[in-house]
């Protein structure tokens, strides 16, 4: 059973930058792919992005190409979203999941076993 914490949520400037943290115990984190997927209101959960065990594959959503870089520490157990260029339409909240079929970077939700409990993005125009 692995937990999940997201953290480093916020109000933030269109343009600006926001980092979030997703903090992994309970379980062999190196053992897991891992994702962010986000929820607007009134909208349906979307991928975001997915990282692999080793960091040696990334995904990302069309949306978000260019602008967000998934990363991990399998030392520190976290999984990290940077996001720059944020746009008001990135407003939503963020939420980190893992998969423990670690032979593709899935992007479906109900691929993922795991999920934390989400951090709020908001971007201002």
């Known amino acids: 059973q692995v937990q999940l914490v997201e953290s480093g949520g916020g109000l933030v400037q269109a343009g600006g930058s926001l980092r979030l943290s997703c903090a992994a115990s309970?379980?062999?984190?190196?053992?897991?792919?891992m994702g962010w997927f986000r929820q607007a209101p009134g909208k349906e959960r979307e991928f975001v992005a997915a990282i692999s065990r080793r960091s040696y594959s990334r995904y990302y959503a069309d949306s978000v190409k260019g602008r967000f870089t998934i990363s991990r520490d399998n030392v520190k157990n976290t999984v990290y979203l940077q996001m720059n260029s944020l746009k008001p339409e990135d407003t939503a909240v963020y939420y980190c999941?893992?998969?423990?079929?670690?032979?593709?970077?899935?992007?479906?939700?109900?691929?993922?076993?795991?999920w934390g409990q989400g951090t709020q993005v908001t971007v201002s125009s």
């Open positions: 999941a893992a998969d423990s079929d670690y032979s593709d970077l899935r992007s479906r939700t109900y691929e993922y076993d795991y």
């Open positions: 309970g379980g062999t984190f190196s053992m897991y792919t």
